[in-house]
């Protein structure tokens, strides 16, 4: 009994040591480069005279990779007792399609004849392995571990970091997924798109509007993700630059009132309510009230004595401020309240 017992804490001191690996912003930051390189060599693979030296290494290289992204899906499906619900969401689908390549790999190698399919598919799905990276932008507390990940202070991370952050996510996931489908579509007709580089090319100058000319598609499937690729464009992005802008005027209303905040002001209808600030008069012409902190009159010009200084202190309610009186030498004069 006490073996079975043992052996159940072994199991369940193993099974918290891999959630807690997994949920770890670092294996995220990890994962997040293995996605990058994996769809770096994704690309590599359509160059053509490659030496089959070199493509030999290409294919051992993503079988790595492809590897650990298997390992990580079938660990997270462990964590969640193999239930069936796992499957259904979103993130789970995405990570199901960065193994992907593998499980067609597997039926290849089982001596199912997928024929041609399963070559456009496993450069396709490669390439869609970018769409993980949506992982670590799913809400502000995620995105700021991975940016501690990354080394940063926690309190350099921002909202609208996370913002620009899927603006260019999605630019970049939308250039990478067109140009496989593209070059897809219109390498083996097409001699202007003979590698996925030649491809992003032409995602970029379309979806920039720039179009340049000297490379058009000849296919109408090619033509329809063009014709995806540019709606989706414009629809989308504009829509997460907002969302961005909106971001960075929150940072900025934010400065400001900080700085107001530690500013010293004193408002001309604060000023009005203070028996001390009526009281000031110039010495020159009698003019009377000046603010606490007027160098000069304001009715004949007079240089003003500088008795006193002032600052504004907000209640904690943020409804009415506290005027108070500084010497010169700091020490308070005096308080009074009025309304903000």
């Known amino acids: 009994m006490a073996t079975i017992f043992e052996r159940e804490g072994d199991l369940n001191r193993r099974s918290m040591a891999m959630e807690e690996a997994l949920r770890s912003p670092k294996v995220e930051v990890l994962l997040a480069v293995l996605v990058l390189l994996s769809c770096f060599v994704a690309a590599l693979g359509t160059l053509q005279n490659l030496p089959p030296a070199f493509l030999d290494g290409l294919t051992f290289v993503e079988n790595v990779y492809s590897g650990i992204f298997a390992v990580e899906y079938f660990g997270r499906w462990y964590l969640n007792g193999f ?22 790999q597997v039926i290849t190698m089982m001596g199912m004849n997928v024929g041609s399919v399963a070559g456009a598919a496993l450069i396709n799905l490669r390439l869609f392995r970018i769409l993980r990276l949506q992982r670590v932008l799913t809400d502000y507390e995620t995105f700021k571990n991975f940016e501690i990940s990354l080394g940063l202070e926690p309190s350099d991370a921002k909202p609208y970091q996370l913002e620009l952050a899927r603006v260019l996510s999605t630019v970049f996931t939308l250039l990478s997924v067109a140009s496989g489908l593209i070059y897809t579509a219109e390498h083996e007709v097409n001699p202007g798109i003979p590698d996925y580089f030649t491809a992003l ?10 179009g340049f000319g000297d490379i058009v598609p000849v296919t109408t499937e090619g033509k329809l993700v063009v014709s995806g690729s540019i709606l989706f464009g414009v629809t989308v992005i504009p829509a997460q630059a907002a969302a961005l802008a909106e971001a960075l005027l929150n940072v900025q209303k934010e400065s400001r009132e900080k700085k107001a905040g530690q500013t010293l002001v004193v408002d001309k209808e604060v000023v009005g309510e203070s028996p001390a600030v009526r009281s ?12 606490l902190d007027a160098a000069f009159c304001w009715g ?14 907000p209640f904690s309610d943020s409804t009415a401020f506290r005027v108070v009186g500084v010497k010169p030498n700091g020490i308070s004069k005096e308080t009074h ?3 903000h």
Do not use: N, W
């Open 280 to 291: 000031r008069s110039c010495d020159v012409c009698g003019s009377t009230p000046h603010r």
């Open 337 to 339: 309240d009025a309304p």
């Open 83 to 104: 239930s069936a619900k796992h499957f259904f969401k979103p993130l789970v689908m995405i990570d199901l399609i960065a193994i992907a390549p593998l499980l067609i």
């Open 201 to 210: 090319y032409f995602g970029l100058t379309t979806l920039t509007t720039v």
């Open 300 to 313: 004949c010009g007079a240089p003003m004595k500088m008795l006193l200084s002032s600052r504004i202190e």
